[in-house]
């Protein structure tokens, strides 16, 4: 069971979300969105979605360069491997405990304000749920990793991490002792990957930079026409009138 979870699975989830997104986006490109609660209410929204997506971001960002770089990158710069831990600690702490208290907001709008809660659909909810579970469990791990600071665990979970990425077999050996709330992160988040493609988190592959420059506002139009307008582009009805060419016959 390890070995297909820590080894199979993780391409089984990679796999999933690549192409399920592309078919999504080639079949309903009009879901591709996030649906914002925002405009049905605003009060607590942009605390809570700054600070949740400013930290998912950082962590994000962490966890790709920290696992992906090969370790001896780290040693020609001089960087031992625990100070690299103790950065990890400290601003991946730092950007846990903001993205839960955002998500936390977050969370607590969906569940308890009755309009937001009418039109959020399951998927809504229980993304945003499963996420604020990663990031409890994330930041959980800080305590295990406080204990031993030479940084040894966090080699091998970059020896995993890249064991996967470059195919070897034995990548899942890497994290055979690994404590198992690591262990239990690394297959939550695995699934997250998997159902990425069928929640609203699709929209984090659409430029989320300009999220924060969006504006407050949606124009909205109307399918209704107008008096004297015959098309939804706007262009006038042809009169009704005779021409002075059909009054003269």
């Given at each position: 069971m390890h ?12 796999s ?8 999504r986006y080639e079949?309903d490109?009009f879901?591709w ?5 925002q405009l049905l209410?605003?009060?607590?929204f942009?605390i809570?979605?700054v ?8 962590i ?5 360069v ?6 001896w990158?780290f ?15 400290v601003a991946?702490g730092?950007?846990?405990?903001m993205?839960?208290v955002?998500?936390?907001i977050l969370?607590?709008r969906?569940?308890n ?10 998927a809504?909810?229980?993304i ?7 990031l409890?469990l ?7 990793s406080l204990q ?6 966090m ?8 064991g996967i990425?470059?195919?070897r ?9 690994a ?6 992160h690394i ?33 909205v139009?109307?399918?209704r026409?107008r008096p004297?307008r015959?098309s939804?582009w706007?262009?006038?009805?042809p ?11």
């Amino acid at each position: 069971m390890h070995h297909f979870i820590y080894g199979i699975y993780p391409y089984i989830a990679i796999s999933v979300m690549i192409i399920a997104s592309i078919a999504r986006y080639e079949r309903d490109p009009f879901t591709w969105k996030s649906k914002s609660s925002q405009l049905l209410r605003k009060r607590q929204f942009i605390i809570g979605s700054v600070l949740f997506h400013l930290g998912v971001l950082v962590i994000f960002a962490g966890h790709f360069v920290g696992l992906l770089t090969p370790i001896w990158v780290f040693d020609a710069l001089g960087i031992s491997h625990g100070a690299k831990q103790v950065l990890a600690v400290v601003a991946g702490g730092a950007a846990g405990l903001m993205a839960l208290v955002g998500g936390g907001i977050l969370l607590n709008r969906r569940l308890n304000d009755p309009r937001i809660r009418a039109h959020s659909s399951f998927a809504d909810t229980a993304i945003l749920a499963l996420l604020l579970a990663q990031l409890v469990l994330g930041v959980g791990t800080i305590y295990v990793s406080l204990q031993h600071l030479d940084g040894h665990e966090m080699t091998t979970f970059m020896a995993w991490a890249q064991g996967i990425l470059t195919f070897r077999a034995d990548a899942a050996d890497q994290i055979a002792n690994a404590s198992w709330i690591f262990k239990t992160h690394i297959f939550l988040g695995l699934t997250i990957f998997l159902l990425f493609p069928f929640t609203r988190l699709v929209h984090i592959i659409s430029a989320p930079v300009r999220y924060l420059w969006r504006p407050g506002y949606q124009i909205v139009r109307s399918r209704r026409r107008r008096p004297g307008r015959c098309s939804r582009w706007g262009s006038r009805c042809p009169s009704s009138r005779p021409t002075r060419s059909a009054r003269g016959r």
